[in-house]
T-cell receptor, first 109, second 115 residues
Framework: GQNIDQPTEMTATEGAIVQINCTYQ??????LFWYQQHAGEAPTFLSY??LDGLEEKGRFSSFLSRSKGYSYLLLKELQMKDSASYLC??????????WGAGTKLIIKP | GAGVSQSPSNKVTEKGKDVELRCDPI?????LYWYRQRLGQGLEFLIY????????KSGLPSDRFSAERTGESVSTLTIQRTQQEDSAVYLC?????????????FGEGSRLTVL
């Protein structure tokens, strides 16, 4: 079956760096997405990786290794507003999105 | 409109009643998805429309659930004879092309509470 694994919850300190991991087993691969979802709100797009390597976008970076079925989202200079759930999703060979359950990130002062 | 619009934003209904949820995608977006999200959980795929192709209904949990979309415009998700386990936020998302980067734009969701 298809599976996306990410930690349920993580805690980090304001100003620090945190890495949220995502491992996947899917029927084919056509890209990996990270979305941010604040409590009670809709998910919003953060990043897209289809080739191996690191994609940097401001304080957020996303890394992909297709051979390992692994990605991570790196958040630098954490701010209180970064407290949210972070969803990893993989698009399979049928161009369907398979979603992880999300990682709830708690930022402490 | 500028974004994906969903209505109603909140719906409280009695067990056994039918409900209809509406999604108005971003103009020009050919792909439209319905997801269900229970409290504290991830996104559960329900149904996917891509242009005029036959929809992918593989995620619908039972025959009480159905959805329609007229062309590349509005979609409605209908839940018949609602049950308490149907209580969740129903999210609609659209994208420009499923075969491109495929970034999804989500609506604010319709929160359904079945009493």
């Amino acid at each position: 079956g298809q599976n996306i694994d990410q930690p349920t919850e993580m805690t980090a300190t304001e100003g620090a760096i945190v890495q949220i991991n995502c491992t996947y087993q899917t029927s084919g691969f056509n890209g990996l997405f990270w979305y941010q979802q604040h409590a009670g709100e809709a998910p919003t797009f953060l990043s897209y990786n289809v080739l191996d390597g690191l994609e940097e976008k401001g304080r957020f970076s996303s890394f992909l290794s297709r051979s390992k079925g692994y990605s991570y989202l790196l958040l630098k200079e954490l701010q209180m507003k970064d407290s949210a759930s972070y969803l990893c999703a993989v698009r399979d060979s049928n161009y369907q999105l398979i979603w992880g359950a999300g990682t709830k990130l708690i930022i402490k002062p | 409109g500028a974004g994906v619009s969903q209505s109603p934003s909140n719906k409280v209904t009695e067990k056994g009643k039918d409900v209809e949820l509406r999604c108005d995608p971003i103009s020009g977006h050919t792909a439209l998805y319905w997801y269900r999200q229970r409290l504290g959980q991830g996104l559960e795929f329900l149904i996917y429309f891509q242009g005029n192709s036959a929809p992918d209904k593989s995620g619908l949990p039972s025959d009480r659930f159905s959805a329609e979309r007229t062309g590349e415009s509005v979609s409605t998700l209908t839940i018949q004879r609602t049950q308490q386990e149907d209580s969740a936020v129903y999210l609609c998302a659209s994208s420009f092309r499923a075969t491109n980067t495929g970034e999804l734009f989500f609506g604010e969701g319709s929160r359904l509470t079945v009493l």
